[in-house]
């Protein structure tokens, strides 16, 4: 039985990994497949939903109703923070991640002038379970279960209802899609909304893992930007999961052997060799397979 | 000497503002006064003043690369910090030798160029899309200082220096020419002579035929392309230059206070040369020069002055600029001001 438990602690590595890369890009990635804009507030936003968590939390609110509850109170701060500002940029990729930045600034430093150096933590809900000698937290086992419900989600939104249609045929090309009938402006606006509710959603679920800062959303950053390098914007769902997987498999090994931090950096070098030879990111290749698959269906 | 007038013309091209004669009357002007000026200034008062110019040519590296390149990056503070330990570690093993501050300056500039052309390498040569630079760039930084940050203790030490963790490196020796060292009113001059040859010469670079294709890039890049320009080269070597005046910047930094942390190479600070170019306007090399020197003193200011919102002000500054002045605040009055004949035909600005 050893060797089961060491293959299924082996796989619950690269899943910890994985999952935490696919949850602190996702938000990130629905913005950028739509609108061609990284939201550089990303962090930020992940900040707000474990604050968000973090106050409900200590007013008796059960944890999964705080997640919830975090995804709708920075879906709705994105929502205005489109119409009032983001809104102005679209069409102009590198206005919009300066003005973004400054948003982030004022967010964190905000937050730190409003509610003080540090919120009380949440514990982690859930004990662990045992398989052979090693010991598995539960609740990192649900994160990873949640990540498969939310990719499953976004398809099925993306594919199943009109509203993805319409925003499948606005990111393909607006223009048309505009001339059609699509709405393109509402589209845009529930599309950083739904990115900022997962950032909000991201950032609560990590909020019992993390000391809950202003600062907290730099750490999940630079991952969170890796992965979206990597995953390019061609296709939000196999950008999002290919490249999460991807940089697992790269992290995962070098990490374990090297520690966290070689790890992170084994990520930076990854992403500049498959820049190289993706430039236009793994979803790219992905979609020119699928495309082509199709054509000769 | 036929090639001075030949300059001189290059040196009031069209790829600045500021070239009418008026301009260039109140630029010498300028230039004579902050030269004087010190008189007036007690030696910690002219310290301080060089601590605003120091940061100069980390800004017009970004503001060549970003407004006049079309390519923007968020990590220039990762350079400032490469050449500021560099210099701290070179310089620091050599103390007692009178070239040791001139060696590890050239060390760090070198570092500096060789990061940014292997960085450079992948991006360019990848041919990425517009917005993987100023990630990657950022990613960059965020790394650097995650691994400087982590470098407490007394193994992490190169020679007889350690890199001090989140502590930082202390005691890092001034800049010598020879015997002498540069500090108090010495210091200030050889800053401000550094960053007026920078702001010239890279006045002269932008208005030159090198400079035209540059700006030819960030209108077009395919078009510049299939007029037979590498422009993969093109852009490698402006990003490395910027590295290495960011690099500068640095040095001056180090050699200034003697110290560095990791928090310089942080996000907050990350933020700042974005802001100083957005804020001045990045199409114009005098613009970002002014509010570099303004935005420094402000936030040197209001930080001194123990206000904690400084890196608010700072953050909403860059969203209201980014609104109402796209173009940067300097350039639209240079633009309206003229217009509404407040200042007779084109006038230039002191800085």
Known sequence: MDSFATIVSVIYQFATNGAFLLLSAVGLIVILGMMNIINLAHGELMMMGAYTASIAWHRNVPFWLCVILAFFVVGIFGAVLERAIVRRFY??????LVVTWGISLILSQGALAVFGPFLPAIPIPGGS???????FSVYWLSIIALC?????GLWALYNHTTIGLQARAAMQNPAMAKALGVNTDRIYMLTFSLGAGLA???????APTVSIAPFMGQQFVAPAFITVVVGGAANVITGAVGSSVLLSLVKTPIGFVFGAFVGTVALLFAALIIIRLMPDGISAVLQRQIDRRNRFA | MARVPHILKLLSGPEDIGRSRWFWAVFIAACVFMLVYPRWLSEFQATNLAYYLLNVPIALGLGLLWGYCGVLSFGQVAYF???GYTYGIVAGN???????PIAGSLCGIALCAVVAAIFGYFVFYGRVQNWIVPILTLVLTLLLETFLGQTAGYQWRVGSVQLGGYNGMTGIPGFQLGSHVVMGYDFYYYVLIAVLAIYLGLRLLVNSRHGKVLLAIREDPIRTELLGYDIRARQLVAFVLAAVLAGISGLFYV???NYITPSQVGLLQASLPVVWVAVGGRESLLAVLMSTVALNWLNYTLSSEGYQYALIITGALLVVVMLFFPSGIVIALARELPKRGLFGRRKGHAA
């Open chain 2, 255 to 257: 050699q200034w206070g």
């Open chain 2, 94 to 100: 050599m103390v007692g030798d009178d070239f040791g």
């Open chain 1, 148 to 152: 498969g419900v939310l990719i499953a």
């Open chain 1, 129 to 135: 379970v045992a398989v052979g000698q090693y010991s």
């Open chain 2, 81 to 83: 910090g490469i050449a």
């Open chain 1, 200 to 206: 909000g959603l991201s950032g609560a679920l990590f």
């Open chain 1, 91 to 96: 069409g102009r990729e590198l206005g919009a």
